[in-house]
């Protein structure tokens, strides 16, 4: 049994678990030779709820889907897992870094719970614990990459940000134009990142780097991992992605639009 | 000179009916020989060149490189093997440029479809697997080969379409782009407020995870009709996962928002006089609902 409302369970015969993460609510069965997963969504995005329990009845509105193994392992492993593809977020309200000046933002981004059983682990399901909407992030409708979007307030403060099955990437901005520079979206490449958790309990991803020049070409990097101020951080899981993918790159030096303020 | 060649061929024959049978079994070996290393080499160069285009370009690009080096090898082979049974080269390739004038007559159409195929292979317009549409046609590109292009249509219609009709016509490829434009038209009635409407919809948009933030979602009043103001409802989604089914979805869930804010459709309104001069005029109103 884990600390934690993520790690490796122990699941006696057809015992039931429930987990309520934020807006998902998940149910897993285990069976003989098979695990029977359900799931739903309800509709606040800003769920903070984090619950585990035995033995909660499955609804019927709720169909399970069965995943079946060659042989009955009676572990199952729930990982928080980063978002298969690159999260853009958008500011609230307009954020505008001056000329030569610095700032770290906060970000929050919706986890995906990874679910594995069988003898050796093996992957099964990945389920969102809430369902972001889609977005469109490129020069033009026809060279781009398809994202998930979502809102930020750009906190300044980690300790502001709100919790629950979220994950935080620090992104710090540098401003390294004449001209103001004016924030309007940050796409994060979370696919590239993974997950820590520090002593807080709090879950963090590496740190980014952006520096802003538009005469030079932009430079971007995923540090090696969480800031400093999130203190001492053990690994939960790894990346989707190679991060040393030119993606990165792109989606990260293309994220910031500099706009004289 | 089709009657020198005929000449020629007997005397071909009857030089080499003339020798020795030793002689001819030599020859006939040699022939074979080159026949099987022909076919050998065919098969190799083909392979080895179908290998270097498929680095380079797509699956159809690929098999017609490796036919065209196999058929020209094995052309090459069958004039060595002419040539080692005695034929006169120069009098059969004359020959040979007559039979295809008369050939390219014969085969226009088959010579303006390859020809169009190798075109619509160095442009690419589409691609195996890739929705296209065509003169009224829409269907999955099964196989781009020599002469035609071969279509599974959505209610399973196997379809061949010649390269040449293919060279001249429009083709829309559906699936090219990653995100695709969802356009729907509602017809409002006069006197509803836009503003209620800008708002329902745009929620609507919000709402749905499969609905694109960016290219945001678009109302717009698109014209003011006869008996109705003209609104178009924009947005987009990827075209990658069943977009079909979100467009399919957001069409209903207009139609549910509408109706459950009882915005009024704006019906076609047709006035109908009639009546002679003695009496007064009868006026009718003919409500139609508006197609779907």
Known sequence: ?261 | MIAATLIGKTDWLAELLAKEPDDIAVIALRALLIVVVGLVLGRLLGSLAGRVAARRGSAQGQMLTRRFVFYGVMGVAVLMVLDTLGVELGVLLGAAGILTVALGFASQTSASNLISGLFLLGERPFSVGDVIQIGGRTGAVLSVDLLSVKLRTFDNLFVRVPNETLIKSEIVNLTRNPIRRIDIDLRLAYGEDLDKVRTILRELAEDDPDVLEEPEPVVWVDRLGDSAIHVRFLVWASNRQGFYDVRSRVHELVARALQEHRIAVGYQRVEVEGGDAASSVVAAEVVARPPV
């Open chain 1, 1 to 261: 049994m884990s600390a934690y409302w993520w790690g490796e369970f122990d699941f006696k015969p057809y015992s039931r678990r429930w987990w309520r993460l934020g807006s998902l609510t998940l149910w897993v069965t285990r069976m003989t030779n098979e695990w029977q997963v359900g799931h739903r969504w309800s509709s606040d995005p800003f769920d903070e709820t984090i619950e585990l329990r035995e033995g909660v009845e499955l609804p019927g509105d709720v169909e399970p889907r069965r995943y079946l193994f060659s042989s009955g392992g009676r572990t199952l492993r729930l990982l928080p897992r980063v978002a298969d593809r690159p999260f853009v977020t958008r500011p609230e309200m307009p954020v505008i870094i001056p000329a030569n000046e610095q700032a770290t933002l906060y970000m929050a981004s919706p986890l995906w719970v990874e679910l594995a059983a069988g003898d050796p682990l093996k992957v099964f399901a990945s389920i969102p614990v809430w369902r972001a909407s889609s977005t469109w992030f490129g020069e033009d409708t026809i060279e781009g990459t398809l994202c998930y979007a979502t809102r930020t307030r750009a906190r300044l403060d980690p300790a502001g940000l709100r919790r629950g099955p979220r994950v935080t990437t620090a992104v710090f901005v540098s401003n390294e134009h004449r001209e103001p520079l004016r924030v309007e979206r940050l796409a994060l490449p979370l696919p590239q990142m993974s997950v820590f958790r520090a002593a807080d309990g709090r879950l963090w991803t590496e740190a980014a780097t952006v520096a802003y020049d538009p005469d030079v070409k932009a430079s971007a990097k995923i540090d090696s991992g969480p800031p400093r101020e999130a203190g001492a951080v053990t690994r939960v899981s790894g990346p989707r992605e190679d991060p040393r993918a030119n993606l990165l790159a792109r989606a990260l030096s293309a994220a910031i639009r500099g706009v004289t303020g």
